[in-house]
């Protein structure tokens, strides 16, 4: 069964920083993208940014553009979200997420979600 | 950038009802649309991809359908389980991928 499990989430104070992780089990990590939703309270959910699978190559919403970062270790099966500058508005339950389908030039929709981790922006 | 909207804001139906949810994008999204339900303190899940395709595990009484720029979600009979958020997403081959602003069905 695939399983996606983040952590690293926490209280940070305005233009602070923090990393988030997601831990995968369960599917061959290397052959599908992955992405970051976030979820600020209240509100809808926000595609944040995606890693490709084999290349690692990424893209991110224009929000976070500059300074978050989205990297991937495909040994340890592990997805990261470095934030900097953090902003009140980044304020949001952080999901790690994977496409439906293996690679084939496209992003798809996602099948898998973690439970989320909570980041909270404040002074 | 594609922008998606929902309609109506909220459904309020009763057990057993048929439900139709509305996604329009603003422009052509071909068939690269899904449906993810949400209830509260869950994640979202995903129900409907390629604009008609069940997900895994996914009821009959779920089906999507629309191309270009307008798509609807049918549940047929609704069932107290389906009480909750309902989502559109366009995905496809350029970032980013947004969300719609998201249909609640509740309970009549």
């Known amino acids: 069964e695939a399983q996606l499990l983040e952590s690293g989430g926490g209280l940070v104070q305005p233009g602070g920083s923090l990393r988030l992780s997601c831990a995968a089990s369960?599917?061959?990590?290397?052959?599908?993208?992955m992405s970051w939703v976030r979820q600020a309270p209240g509100k809808g959910p926000e595609w944040v940014a995606g890693v490709n699978g084999g290349s690692g190559s990424s893209d991110y919403a224009d929000s976070v553009r500059g300074r978050f970062t989205a990297s991937r270790d495909n040994s340890r099966n592990t997805l990261y979200l470095r934030m900097n500058s953090l902003r009140a508005e980044d304020t949001a339950v952080y999901y790690c997420v994977k496409d439906a389908f293996k690679e084939n030039g496209l992003w798809d929709a996602f099948d898998i979600w973690g439970r989320g981790t909570m980041v909270a922006v404040a002074s | 950038e594609i922008v998606l909207t929902q309609s109506p804001g909220t459904l309020s139906l009763s057990p057993g009802e048929r439900a139709t949810l509305s996604c329009r994008a603003s422009?052509?999204?071909?068939?690269?649309l899904a449906w993810y339900q949400q209830k509260p303190g869950q994640a979202p899940r995903l129900l409907i991809y390629a604009a008609s395709s069940r997900a895994t595990d996914i009821p009959d009484r779920f089906s999507g359908s629309g191309s270009g720029t307008d798509f609807t979600l049918t549940i047929s009979r609704l069932e107290p389980e389906d009480f909750a958020m309902y989502y559109c997403?366009?995905?496809?081959?350029?970032?980013?991928?947004?969300f719609g602003p998201g249909t609640k069905v509740d309970i009549k």
């Open positions: 997403q366009q995905y496809g081959r350029s970032p980013p991928f947004p």
């Open positions: 369960g599917f061959t990590f290397i052959n599908y993208a």
């Open positions: 422009q052509s999204v071909s068939g690269y």
